[in-house]
């Protein structure tokens, strides 16, 4: 699976949009984009995941570049139980069978109040 | 639709006995993969199964670990002779057959080997 880059931690004032971002420059056409979050001591929780359009869900939007070197990550209105470690994952799909997620260290977000 | 549970939430062992971790995937799942968090690092995959196969064990430690997925019955991921470096955090996920979907994890295992 393709490699994942992302920042060590970011802040975010409450309220405000989160943009969390994440390269993956070595992504191949049949490994999709997915981004789990996961908060302290919790199990990971998914929030969003897509192949080449802009995704949107109750939880976050999720923006790929057009050559889908690269990812967004978007919360629009963070709070404080958004705190967590943001893990951008890229992984390989097929019909019938769906490859292992490998996390990487993630990005700490923390939401200040 | 219940989530994945696992079972059990804590586990305390002795150096030298067996652990024995249970995985209910969702209803309708049919993947399931172990993975294992150690204190202050990241997940790292273990094992991956379908329903009584073994799909890939790449990150299965070669010795003392094992894991199942009966046709019956949860997932089971069994440490024999636990040793302090045992002591972790064990979650396990589960996918339906349909591969393009989100996995959900359960809330995991704290084994601590004492």
């Known amino acids: 699976d393709a490699k994942t880059t992302q920042p060590t931690s970011m802040d975010c004032a409450e309220g405000r949009a989160a943009n969390l971002p994440c390269n993956h420059s070595?992504?191949?056409?049949?490994?999709?984009v997915y981004w789990y979050r996961q908060i302290h001591s919790q199990g990971p929780q998914y929030i969003i995941h897509?192949?080449?359009n802009n995704e949107t869900n109750e939880m976050a939007s999720l923006i790929i570049t057009e050559d889908r070197k690269s990812s967004t990550l978007i919360l629009p209105h963070a709070t404080l139980r958004d705190t967590a470690v943001y893990y951008c994952?890229?992984?390989?799909?097929?019909?019938?069978?769906?490859?292992?997620?490998?996390f990487g260290s993630g990005t700490q977000l923390t939401v200040l109040p | 639709n219940a989530g994945v549970m696992q079972n059990p939430r804590h586990l305390v062992r002795r150096r030298g006995q067996e652990a024995r971790l249970r995985c209910s995937p969702m209803?309708?799942?049919?993947?399931v993969y172990w993975y294992r968090q150690l204190p202050e690092e990241g997940l790292k995959f273990m094992v991956y199964?379908?329903?009584?196969?073994?799909?890939?064990e790449s990150g299965m430690p070669k010795e003392r670990f094992s894991a199942e997925f009966p046709k019956e019955g949860p997932s089971i991921l069994r440490i024999q002779q636990v040793v302090r470096g045992d002591s972790a955090a064990y979650f396990c996920a589960s996918s339906p057959l349909r591969g393009d979907t989100e996995a959900f994890f359960g809330q995991g295992t704290r084994l601590t080997v004492v």
């Open positions: 994952i890229v992984r390989v799909v097929s019909s019938g069978s769906a490859r292992q997620l490998t």
């Open positions: 070595t992504i191949s056409g049949n490994e999709y």
């Open positions: 199964l379908q329903k009584e196969n073994i799909i890939d």
């Open positions: 209803k309708g799942h049919s993947h």
């Open positions: 897509g192949l080449k």
